[in-house]
Structure formats: structure tokens, C-alpha cells
């Protein structure tokens, strides 16, 4: 038996759903819900792979599979056993799948599963019963502290009631060794020696939960035409402390002729940073200089990354230390987002922006916005001012997606200044601006339970009472206000930077009690998207088989 089953803490009460447990009505819902995401075929040209690369392809799909694992059991519990009780091939089993448990993930984690009460804010990482002040009292401990706190433990009760920490890599033995193994065959095929390494690197260090020395090899990639993010990496699901990180992954393949495109901006961190409208000591922090920006194309995503909304860009490591020594990678993934902008955001620009100004609503310009946006992640300051660790320790749970909106609006800010420089001479300021907009509903879509919803809402809020856009009571249609748009970008700049160099948990709690709800307008608005059949996300028809690849099971 493993210790995850020993601990207990897998272990989960799965209510057995019969055909007549749930109405027709509520098959049909469900089914409308399903019918939100829009399937799309995960696929992208290998014929410039060599034949080792090829091969590696099946290998890193296995060992991120172990990933998907995991994180159903970081959600949920075991996938298998929820599903089944759902009917296996039912609307409410296939929403639980795409949701990795019965809470909808777009709809604040409100349960659709009958008999299921409210999502723990502490996914299974803790303690059903474990309050986030008993956990405060617990991690100041000067012994376990540091344990409890860690990104990669489970927390647990031991015989007396008292936490205690439990690695990762012991809780997920199975998987990580799995996964470790598959990804040390695929170094054996690797051609690209940074390639290489960063593989026998990440399997070491997902069976010690040691990750910086394999964060720093993948900074030190530059050649490498195959790629995988795999291993614990972000925190949004745990919505309770903020400490824990999730397990997910991404096979990707690089886009050569689009990422020479991007080449020069990372360069541009350092000025930018200086030039931030916020006072010295919130930019006091030099941005590393050896990050990269490239686009690649998805192949296959697993665990946290393939739950509810899928992510478009990716801006790692993590690791403030890597962070400021290195810098960081920034992903943009180009299929994902062109399906993303095609069949989502052109048209809910078409629905609600005015119509002049919705014919400026660009997928290069969509591009762009995501690009920068994660630009925009190396700018501000990772240590707070007030010597109370990193922003993200000093800000917990709402750390996720207080930094979700400094990207957004950081991203526009280098817009707006690489644009009056001449720097950035595709497109116009209007174009990046009203494609912003549009970005903007898209985002709010994805609800309360996700960091970038979050952070839309209240961005969306904030820019309202500055005039930013308008919106005619007629038709409901929007429309961009280019001076005001401006002074919007830089003052939020200056609001969030300000909160997270403060390490202002209590600010932060309070700003986003005033900005961070839908109000009654922008849910009409919503309404009429929906209304229009636009989708609210995707799901992929992903793996070897859509590849055209064997197997190696």
C-alpha cells in the first residue's frame, strides 16, 4: 500500500450517481456545459523533427500522463472511480473530466454534481479540517516550518492531530518514478546536449523535490528544437495558503521562424524597468538579462494545465533566485492561441466592441498582448520592501492573480512605450488596445475560481472608472478611449506594484473586494456572448494518435 493510501488523505467519498439520481433538464444542462469548450485538434508539422526527436515525442506524452495523474489526485482523488460513478460515458462525467472533479472550474468551483458540497479552497493538499490559521500557527515552527511551507509537500495529521509534512516525492512515489524513467529514455535521444541534461535533471528532481538545479539547465537551453515543462510548478489551486504547488506538464515543439521574431525584446527588460511609473524602490530590482522568448507549438498538456481554461503562454521557472539571476523563459504557444483567438476572442470583438474598432481586433496583435504579458512577469519587484520575504509569501493565496494582472497591464504598458520608441513598428497602439479589450471578456469568462479571471474582473473594474472604454447604453457596444486608456495603464501599473513591494496582503484582499465582481452590466454583456454560441474555452483531441505517432505502451 502506498503512503498516500495509508496517510488516508486519497481516500475520497465518491457518491454513486444513478440514471435517475439527475433529470433529463440536468443532462441537458450539462451538456450545454460540455458544449462550452470548443474540441481542437492538438497537432503541429513534424517533418522538420529529426528521427531522435520524433521518438522522444511518445516518451515525454507517457511521462507527462503521470502528471495528469497526480493532479487528479492534488484536485480531486482517483479519476477513474468519479467518472464511473457519473456513468463513464455521460455529460456529467465527461464535465468532470474536463474539469478533474465535479466543481466547474469557469463557474466560481460551484458544484454539479449532486450530493457534492463546496470545493475545499485547500484542493487535498491539506487537511479537510485544517483551517489556514492553524496552519500559520503550525509553519512557525523553527524545526517544521520550512517543511510545511514547502511547495512540494502534502500536509497531513499524525496520530496526536498535529501537521506534519509529507515530500511529494514520497506521497507520488509511483508516478514520479514512472515519469523519471521515461524522461531519462528520452535523454537518451536527445541530440540537443542542454536537452539532455535539463531531462536528467528534471528526473532527479522529481524524486527529491530539488528543482532549482534543473530550473537553471532549462534556462540554459537555447538550441533545443523539443521541449517539456514537467514537474510541480504553479499554485493556483491552492486557494487556502497559496504554498502548494501543482503537478502539470506541456510537450512543445519550437517554431523557429516565429521565435526570431521575438528575439529583441527580452533585451529591452532592463530599460523598461527603469522607466516604470512607480518610485525607485518598487523597480529597485534588475531584471536577468538571459531569458529567452520563443513560440512554440503545443503537442500535449496534462494536470493543472489541461484543467478548465488552457493557458496560452507560459513564463517560468518560478524560482525568484533563478528569476533574478537568469531571468525567465517565456512560451508563447502559437496553435493554442490562434485557436483561441479564431474561435473566441475575433468573435466576441465582432459582439461587443463597436464595429469599426472590432475590424482592429488582430490575431498579431492578440499575439502580442499574450507575448508581453509574459514579458511583463520579469518587470516589477519578487521581494517585498518590508522584510517579509518574496511577494509571493507575503501575499498568499491572492499573490496568483495580483501578479496575473501586473502581466496584463505591465504588458500594455511596454506596448504603449516600444510603440512611441518606434521600437515596435507592427500594428497600431488602437489595434493592441481594442484586441486588449476584447482579450479582457474572454478572460473575465474563465470566473472567480481562476487567477487571470480574477485579475480581468478587477482590471476591467479599475479601467470602467477611468474611462478607459465606453459603452453605448444603446447597443452595448464598447468602444476604446485612447487617452484614457493611458492614464488607466499606468495608474493600475502603480497600484499593483505598490502592493506587492508593500507586501500588502490586507491591501491587496481589500482591492480586489472593491474591483474584483461582475457587476450586473458586464454579466448582461457576458450574456450576449454566450448567447452569440461563442465558446468559452477549448479542449483538445490530444496524444500520440492525433501526432500520427506509435505508441510506446
Not at 66 to 91: N, Q, V
Not at 146 to 156: E, G, K
Not at 332 to 355: C, G, H, S, V, Y
Request: glycine fraction near 8%.
Amino acid at each position: 500500500m502506498s503512503i498516500v493510501s495509508r496517510l488516508g488523505w486519497a481516500l475520497v467519498l465518491v457518491v454513486v450517481i444513478t440514471a435517475s439520481c439527475a433529470a433529463p433538464t440536468d443532462e441537458v444542462r450539462l451538456a450545454d456545459q460540455v458544449a462550452q469548450y470548443a474540441t481542437v485538434p492538438l497537432t503541429a508539422d513534424l517533418t522538420a523533427l529529426t528521427e531522435n526527436e520524433r521518438a522522444m515525442l511518445p516518451l515525454l506524452i507517457d511521462a507527462a500522463r503521470e502528471m495528469d495523474e497526480i493532479f487528479w489526485l492534488e484536485a480531486w482523488g482517483t479519476k477513474d472511480s468519479l467518472l464511473a460513478s457519473l456513468g463513464g460515458d455521460t455529460p456529467m462525467a465527461r464535465f468532470a473530466d474536463i474539469n478533474y472533479g465535479p466543481w466547474d472550474r469557469l463557474a466560481g468551483n460551484a458544484p454539479f454534481v449532486p450530493g457534492i458540497g463546496a470545493k475545499p479552497d485547500g484542493a487535498r493538499f491539506y487537511p479537510a479540517d485544517m483551517t489556514r490559521d492553524e496552519f500559520e500557527e503550525a509553519a512557525a515552527d523553527l524545526v517544521r516550518g520550512p517543511a510545511l511551507r514547502s511547495l512540494y509537500t502534502l500536509v497531513r495529521r499524525d496520530g496526536t492531530g498535529a501537521l506534519f509534512p509529507v515530500p511529494y516525492h514520497v506521497a507520488f512515489a509511483p508516478q514520479v518514478a514512472r515519469a523519471a524513467a521515461k524522461l531519462r529514455e528520452a535523454a537518451k535521444l536527445a541530440d540537443d546536449l542542454g536537452l539532455q541534461s535539463y531531462l536528467l535533471l528534471r528526473a532527479d528532481a522529481l524524486l527529491s523535490d530539488e528543482y532549482r538545479a534543473s530550473d537553471l539547465a532549462w534556462m540554459d537551453m537555447k538550441t533545443n528544437g523539443v521541449d517539456v515543462v514537467i514537474g510541480p510548478i504553479e499554485t493556483y489551486e491552492d486557494q487556502l495558503v497559496g504554498a502548494k504547488a501543482s503537478h502539470e506538464a506541456y510537450v512543445l515543439l519550437k517554431d523557429r521562424v516565429w521565435s526570431q521574431r521575438l528575439e529583441r525584446y527580452a533585451a529591452l527588460l532592463p530599460a523598461l524597468q527603469r522607466e516604470l511609473p512607480v518610485p525607485d524602490p518598487y523597480k529597485q530590482e534588475a531584471p536577468g538579462t538571459d531569458a529567452d522568448l520563443n513560440a512554440y507549438d503545443a503537442v500535449y498538456y496534462a494536470g493543472e494545465a489541461n484543467a478548465g481554461s488552457k493557458t496560452i503562454a507560459i513564463n517560468l521557472p518560478n524560482d525568484e533566485t533563478v528569476q533574478l539571476a537568469k531571468g525567465t523563459r517565456r512560451l508563447q504557444l502559437k496553435n493554442t492561441m490562434r485557436a483561441k483567438f479564431d474561435l473566441i476572442a475575433a468573435p466576441i470583438a465582432a459582439t461587443l466592441l463597436e464595429e469599426d474598432q472590432a475590424a482592429q481586433s488582430t490575431f498579431d496583435a492578440f499575439f502580442a498582448n499574450t507575448m508581453f504579458h509574459e514579458v511583463a512577469h520579469g518587470l516589477g519587484i519578487k521581494n517585498t520592501l518590508t522584510g517579509t520575504g518574496t511577494v509571493r509569501e507575503a501575499l498568499k493565496e491572492e499573490a496568483g492573480a495580483l501578479e496575473e494582472g501586473k502581466a496584463d497591464v505591465l504588458g500594455l504598458y511596454m506596448i504603449t512605450a516600444l510603440q512611441a520608441q518606434g521600437v515596435l513598428e507592427e500594428g497600431s497602439l488602437e489595434s493592441y488596445y481594442v484586441t486588449f479589450l476584447a482579450g479582457m471578456f474572454r478572460s473575465i469568462r474563465f470566473g472567480a475560481a481562476s487567477a487571470h479571471g480574477r485579475a480581468n474582473v478587477a482590471r476591467f473594474n479599475f479601467f470602467a472608472e477611468l474611462g478607459a472604454f465606453t459603452r453605448d447604453a444603446t447597443t452595448g457596444r464598447y468602444r476604446v478611449d485612447m487617452d484614457n486608456m493611458g492614464t488607466a495603464i499606468d495608474s493600475l501599473s502603480a497600484t499593483i506594484l505598490k502592493l506587492q513591494g508593500d507586501g500588502d496582503y490586507e491591501g491587496v484582499k481589500a482591492f480586489m473586494a472593491t474591483y474584483g465582481s461582475i457587476g450586473p452590466e458586464l454579466q448582461t454583456d457576458l450574456d450576449r456572448v454566450a448567447a452569440a454560441g461563442v465558446p468559452v474555452d477549448i479542449i483538445f483531441d490530444q496524444g500520440v494518435g492525433t501526432l500520427g505517432l506509435p505508441t510506446t505502451r
